[in-house]
């Protein structure tokens, strides 16, 4: 059954609020060697990291499978990337063996950069005029005294989303502003990530899935025309050989259901086709979740294999996944 002291995400989602995304942590990489190495690590080509566009990235293992999805932000000659508290010391840890090879180069947590959701065009107009008009699409970016305003998905649902990365000593004005926005919990972020179709890895999950069964391509977070990277060969192979047989769908759960976490296995009469990467109670007491799906299961309910009685049903992602229409080749 449903946890009574663990938080629940504010439904329906506020279209005014600001968000500390306190279970997240900014890593500042620096020095000489920055780019050489992110470009021989994750699946982003660096030259397209500019300070006015800040891409998705995965990290991967020589298998492919993702221990890492991020974004990259370009911060003068410095990049930044967001990695989940539960996962940084590991991932930092993994990225740092490589890093060797880049004499005067480091990789640090900042503990004085925060990483700020705005949920609806209200919230992120307390940074600048016109910020949809500014940032027209995601990964879109735009610097501002302290920071960093960057457009992120927007949910299946049509709610407009940016990120607001700060750096340093924001304007008075605009702190006045951002103060004065209605204040959430990560947990809201946290849905609202769910309602964008974008997926989070956690210690259940990491190095578990190829990029793609993620939807990673479909939110630019993957270069097909980059040359190597770590984990790059079965990326690409999966890519152009067409073997994507699995991807990442939005489910919701009824309220008289359990909560949902990562790993639980799905369903479909009895025969597994599926796990939770990423699931959130919200406020009514209904359940969402990310879960990576068979293609050839997806078309009914699924249901939860230790509580079969339990139905899942899709939502929309706000974006198109062509490869589930494709047959897979063998």
């Known amino acids: 059954m449903s946890d009574p002291q663990a938080p629940v995400a504010t439904f329906p989602l506020p279209d005014a609020s600001r968000i500390t995304v306190s279970d997240q942590v900014i890593v500042r990489v620096s020095g000489a060697g920055t780019d050489k190495f992110l470009q021989g690590q994750f699946s982003q080509q660096m030259a397209d990291v500019t300070e006015r566009y800040s891409p998705r990235a995965a990290a991967c293992s020589p298998k492919g499978r993702a221990y890492c999805l991020t974004r990259m932000v370009r911060d003068g000659e410095d990049v930044l990337m967001a990695l989940p508290a539960s996962l940084a010391e590991d991932t930092i840890s993994h990225l740092r063996k490589y890093l060797m090879l880049f004499r005067g180069t480091s990789m640090e947590v900042d503990e004085s950069a925060t990483l700020i959701g705005l949920l609806g065009k209200p919230a992120a107009e307390a940074v600048t005029e016109d910020p949809v008009g500014k940032l027209p699409a995601p990964g879109d970016s735009l610097g501002f005294p302290g920071g960093r305003l960057i457009r992120t998905m927007d949910t299946g649902d049509g709610l407009i989303r940016f990120e607001l990365w700060q750096t340093g000593e924001m304007s ?5 502003a951002l103060d004065a926005l209605r204040e959430d919990q990560p947990v809201t972020w946290q849905a609202s990530e769910i309602a964008a179709g974008v997926a989070a890895l956690s210690p259940d999950t990491r190095e578990s899935y190829v990029p793609q069964m993620l939807n990673w391509q479909h939110l630019g977070g993957v270069h097909f025309k980059k040359g190597c990277y770590t984990g790059q060969e079965v990326i690409a192979r999966m890519h152009f050989l067409g073997q994507l047989k699995k991807s990442l769908f939005r489910l919701w759960c009824p309220a008289e259901g359990e909560r949902l976490s ?66 897979a080749e063998s």
Do not use: T
């Open 262 to 327: 990562p790993g639980m296995a799905l369903v479909r009469n009895d025969k597994a086709v599926g796990e939770i990467v990423n699931a959130v109670q919200l406020s009514d007491g209904h359940s969402e979740c990310l879960a990576v799906v068979r293609h050839d299961a997806s078309d009914s309910d699924l249901a939860l294999k230790h509580a079969p009685g339990i139905l899942l049903k899709q939502l929309p992602l706000p974006y198109a996944v062509p490869e589930r229409e494709q047959p």
């Open 172 to 176: 008075a004005e605009c702190r006045e």
